[in-house]
């Protein structure tokens, strides 16, 4: 007979690990929720992976315990508990209800000492003991039958603890842990320990002596007058620490190990909780949705697999799906179709599809209108067999993130989902994931594919009557829908990339980095591995004894924000950062872009993502156009890669000056503010005059930097605070700057308040287009959460009317680049920007249409104004 498993939680240790490491949610009722499912999902996996036949979670019981009549101030100073995770903890026990898991608290004792005792019960060799923590105290109970897990990154990242491992990190045996502790205390815990002696004294001197008790019996033959001191006069302090490091493994529970008999859960008694709670997602990977709810079970769906296309199932309109399965439908191939409209529901085969020129004449007909859910992808690898698709009357991609953009509905399943119409599969239900992912057999790829198309028809209809309902229509039909094909078209198109010049760069960056590299060894005195955080720390803050601004759990924090506080400190730092940003920019953005080259073009093919971002922003992956690092020279130059397709040709960039200021000005009506665009002044220097009360000639460069952080920073509802850091000023000062601004744009601060009170009364904020975001948070009762949402309400409608100027810009140059014959072609969008390539004798004409487009996309009280530059590069023509 095999062993025993038995498996013991630290319920509120996980807890609390799973709250602080999500972000916070709430369900429909609006309860908290974040906390319950990380547990839920930690839970899930201990379950799946260990199998245990017994299994316990342990509760403290309360704030006091029998470690106070030794030490009063123990677990003093300790931050109250958050009330979003103490009104958690009873959905926690219900779930452990729920899932038939025995739970245990005892009064007086701590979680720890339950486990302790019942590890220690199960030591007669017919068990296997596993306890799940994040508290590095537990690994004391580690023996050869007792495993130790912690938790690390999030919350179902975790590493475990053998005799072997302990001794691997620590030098040390587990039960030596508490000596360790004794010494070195935890302020965590509020364990006072010996002052002055960290973990790597203890360590040495626990690996020389062994004990806390001995180390003390030797003072004498330690070396350092310092320690020797300290140890001295701490010593009844240590003993008390250790005593209060030592978990107990006596504690008078009233259950043995037989109780904790574990024999598996019901789905009848956990989906219900899941669903009250609103874990979808866990309801799926546990395949509860049709068990949990009969109505939602698969309707039947009359669909035929055909074997010809006739003009019965090309009806106008229709539903139509082109189904790739890859991430990258820029390489993808179509692997089948289906259409469904009022005659019924029919699935082609790639196959079928390709022989067929009837299929392609439809599918080209732009009189033939088409329903589908990202038209975009599918025009991209239609395009690539050579079918230009036309017709397209709805996109219910778009429209369901119109409609709501906070919620992540990436395909038909999620939006049939939403509007309860038609059951559908996930795709990851029906082709697997990762590596795993493959087609299935064609009658279920058929039965899936048919589904989504026929939600997709019957959807229609709904979605475009809630679209007219919020004011919506102009924005989807006339923006949205077009703006979708004048990407695809930009995504076909790509643009030209050097890849010689890119692997150049590359070579000088290695050289400029080992340059750098020799030069902070040089200065550090030592040879060190400086992408080693640890290694890093110790030169800094303990060879070269630079002040330690910010300590982790791991060591000395060396990220940037701190460097950066520390420059000007010694020479090693200001090489240390730059070493680190030209070390991105070799692997993220040299190498990086190397490997998208595609190779039968010398083109990047980005795609644009239209559905992603609350605000409207447009952004770009695979790779990320938007984020190269242009305020560094070296990032700059990555431009001189990106070329005109054609020889004689130039790229042209064109960038709307101070769009957000302009947007901003427009929707508060501040006379000072418009008054600054309309006579064309130097908006920071108008700011600087109002706020600093000084003409013009008066106004110094140093103002003008204080102005322009304000400027852009208010609404995003920068705080004294952070501007204080930005300009390296105090906080009053800060505020007071902060003040002086509102007193002196008052139009200013009342589009503040006003964006405010909209939310709150509204539950959402709109773009001068009728874009909306939801701000469910704006009257939550977390300062943090209800402060982000005020701040998202002043700064959506200025960001969001942007992005909807740059994208109505982009669809009205597409159709005047045709108007106007040119051929010219719009490559990119970034940001503010947009980038062209023509032909040299179409420049002139270019720079002009362009001008005239972008600044009269949309009519506001200020004028628009664009920057135009062109260059035989994307690097020339800025």
Request: charged fraction near 30%; aromatic fraction near 8%.
């Amino acid at each position: 007979m095999g062993k025993n498993k038995l498996v013991l939680v630290d319920g509120n240790s996980i807890a609390y690990r799973a709250f602080f490491a999500l972000p916070l949610l709430n369900n429909d009722k609006g309860v908290y929720t974040n906390a319950v499912y990380g547990f839920t999902q930690m839970l899930l996996k201990i379950l799946e992976d260990e199998k245990p036949s017994h299994m316990l979670v342990a509760f403290d019981a309360g704030k006091t315990t029998f470690r106070h009549k030794t030490f009063g101030e123990y677990k003093g100073g300790r931050q109250k508990t958050p009330p979003e995770l103490s009104e958690q903890f009873p959905f926690i026990r219900q779930l452990l209800d729920a899932f038939k898991i025995k739970r245990y608290e005892l009064e007086n004792y701590e979680a720890d000492d339950i486990i302790g005792t019942l590890a220690s019960s199960a030591a007669d060799g017919n068990w296997d003991v596993k306890v799940f923590t994040g508290d590095k105290d537990l690994l004391q109970l580690v023996t050869p039958d007792v495993e130790v897990v912690l938790t690390r990154k999030g919350i179902t990242e975790v590493e475990a603890y053998t005799v072997e491992q302990v001794n691997e990190r620590y030098g040390i045996t587990p039960d030596q842990i508490i000596d360790m502790k004794g010494l070195m205390g935890d302020p965590s815990d509020n364990i006072p320990g010996v002052p002055g002696v960290g973990e790597k004294t203890a360590i040495k001197l626990i690996k020389e002596y062994g004990s806390v008790e001995k180390v003390l019996e030797s003072i004498d033959q330690i070396s350092g007058a310092k320690l020797k001191e300290r140890l001295t006069e701490n010593k009844d302090q240590a003993l008390m620490s250790k005593e209060l490091a030592t978990i107990t493994k006596e504690a008078p529970i009233e259950l043995g190990l037989e109780d904790t008999n574990y024999e598996g859960y019901e789905n009848s008694s956990v989906f219900p909780l899941f669903k009250e709670l609103g874990f979808q997602s866990l309801l799926e990977r546990l395949g509860g949705d049709e068990e949990l709810l009969p109505e939602t079970e698969k309707e039947e769906l009359n669909f035929q697999m055909v074997s010809s296309i006739d003009a019965e199932m090309l009806q106008n309109p229709s539903a139509l799906i082109v189904e790739t399965l890859t991430e990258d439908y820029h390489k993808a191939d179509i692997q089948g179709y289906a259409i469904s409209n009022n005659n019924g529901t029919y699935y082609i085969s790639s196959s079928l599809a390709k022989g067929s020129n009837e299929f392609k004449e439809w599918l080209e007909d732009n009189n033939q209108k088409k329903r589908m859910f990202d038209a975009k992808r599918a025009h991209v690898a239609l395009k690539r067999q050579g079918i230009q698709l036309n017709g397209i009357e709805f996109d219910s991609q778009l429209a369901s993130y119109l409609l709501n953009p906070s919620e992540s509905l990436d395909e038909v399943a999620d939006v049939a989902k939403q509007y309860g119409k038609l059951t559908v599969d996930s795709n990851e239900k029906v082709y697997g994931k990762g590596a795993k992912k493959k087609l299935p057999e064609e009658d279920i790829l058929a039965e899936h594919l048919s589904r989504k198309a026929h939600a997709i028809f019957i959807l229609t209809d709904l979605l475009a009557d809630k679209l007219k309902e919020n004011e919506q229509s102009n924005l989807f039909y006339d923006l949205e829908m077009p703006l979708s094909l004048v990407l695809a078209k930009m995504e076909e198109i790509g643009v030209k990339v050097k890849a010689d010049t890119l692997r150049e760069m590359g070579t000088d960056l290695e050289a400029q980095l080992s340059m750098l590299e020799k030069d902070i060894h040089e200065l550090a005195g030592v040879s060190f591995n400086i992408n080693s955080p640890k290694q890093l720390g110790e030169i800094l803050f303990e060879k070269l004894n630079l002040p330690a601004i910010k300590k982790t759990k791991t060591g000395y924090s060396t990220s940037v924000d701190v460097l950066e506080k520390l420059e000007g400190k010694h020479e090693i730092i200001n090489k240390i950062l730059i070493y680190r940003q030209l070390g991105k920019l070799r692997s993220t953005y040299i190498e990086g872009l190397l490997k998208v080259v595609h190779e039968d073009t010398g083109r990047i093919h980005t795609r644009f993502n239209q559905v992603l971002a609350q605000t409207g922003r447009l952004s770009s992956i695979d790779p990320n156009l938007q984020n190269i690092p242009i305020r560094l020279e070296a990032g700059r130059k990555i431009r001189h890669a990106f070329v005109p397709s054609q020889p004689g040709w130039k790229i042209l960039a064109a960038d709307y000056s101070q769009i957000e200021l302009r947007v901003l000005a427009h929707i508060s009506q501040d006379e000072n503010l418009m008054e600054a665009f309309q006579s064309e002044m130097d908006v920071h220097t108008k700011t600087a005059m109002d706020v600093f009360h000084v003409n013009q000639d008066e106004v110094t460069s140093e103002m003008r930097r204080r102005a322009k952080a304000v400027n852009f920073g208010i609404v995003y509802g920068i705080s004294d605070y952070g501007l204080s850091q930005s300009l390296g000023i105090t906080r009053k000062e800060a505020g007071e700057f902060i003040k002086s601004y509102l007193e002196s744009f008052p139009g200013v601060q009342q589009y503040m308040k006003d964006s405010i009170a909209e939310a709150k009364q509204n539950g959402y904020v709109s773009t001068l287009l009728h874009r909306r975001r939801y701000l469910p948070e704006i009257n939550s009762r977390n300062f943090n959460l209800r402060s982000f949402a005020e701040r998202t309400a002043m700064n959506t409608p200025i960001q969001g009317t942007a992005a909807d100027i740059i994208k109505k810009a982009m669809v009205d140059m597409d159709k005047r680049l045709s108007d106007e014959n040119l051929e010219a072609k719009m490559l990119l969008t970034v940001h503010d920007e947009l980038i062209f390539e023509a032909p040299e004798q179409e420049i002139e004409k270019l720079k002009e249409i362009v001008c005239e487009v972008m600044e009269q996309a949309v009519q506001l009280d200020v004028p628009l104004k664009v920057d135009v530059s062109w260059g035989d590069s994307w690097y020339e023509a800025k």
